[in-house]
């Protein structure tokens, strides 16, 4: 062993415990859902309180949509350090050489590896969803045309199954052709009409539930255009569900 591998060795070994450590905790990661801040950014948040006030519903929603990109964000590290560092620990010393030494080849070819296992797994849902007419490439650039709707027009994905129906309420064109485009292969029925002022959306599905319109899908929603073109309201006080 010459004075040059000697410390390779050493570096490759180090990789390797690296990229063995991170596929535990990428394992462990992968089995939940969402992810707790560690006690001490609990701890920085509560002597660093946010001007914005919000009430213990809007809290709700803001703290488990945190929770859930933080899982993304930690499993997304661990996956990419661990692929780099077990694929840089086995790597020809010529390659490890190239890519500027072990660090940065842990760091190149594990974003290398998170970047393919992502392009894949993109590649796959668009295949699969091709197959029922329901292909995402739109919401790849959704933010280019939703600006700051994008978030609400996800969460509404989410929230409304695709066999439901869609009532709108107001005269807002922009927010009406958005949804329309974003929520496909949902039903829209728009009523180009404005609540009285102070009508919640709770009402506005009481109303509506006693009528028949817009019926003969699995279910019916009414989502309030006015308050979300106002971006002074979470998804939760724009839409709810008739039936």
Known sequence: MDAVSAPLIVGRIACAVLGAACAW??????????????????EWERSHPDYFALDAAQEAVFASKRAEKRHQDVLWLLVGLASGGLLT?????????????????VLVTGAVTTGAWALA??????????????????DDTLASFANAHT????????????????????????????VSWAL??????????RPPMGTSI???????????????????WVLDLGRMGAFSSYVGEMVAQID
């Open 89 to 105: 620990a086995v790597a020809p010393r010529r390659l490890v050489q190239t890519l500027g030494g072990l660090v940065s080849g």
């Open 25 to 42: 905790g990428a394992v462990d990661v992968v089995e939940r859902t969402t992810l707790p801040a560690p006690a001490a950014l609990v």
């Open 121 to 138: 797994r993109s590649v796959d849902a668009q295949h699969q969803r091709a197959q029922h007419d329901g292909w995402t490439l739109g």
């Open 202 to 220: 709770e009402m506005m599905a009481a109303e509506l539930g006693k009528t028949d319109f817009a019926s003969g899908h699995a279910g019916r």
């Open 151 to 178: 978030g609400t027009l996800r969460d509404l994905r989410v929230m409304i199954p695709d066999d439901h129906a869609i009532i709108t309420i107001g005269q807002r064109d922009i927010e009406l052709n958005l």
């Open 184 to 193: 496909h292969p949902r039903a829209i029925y728009p009523i180009f009409t």
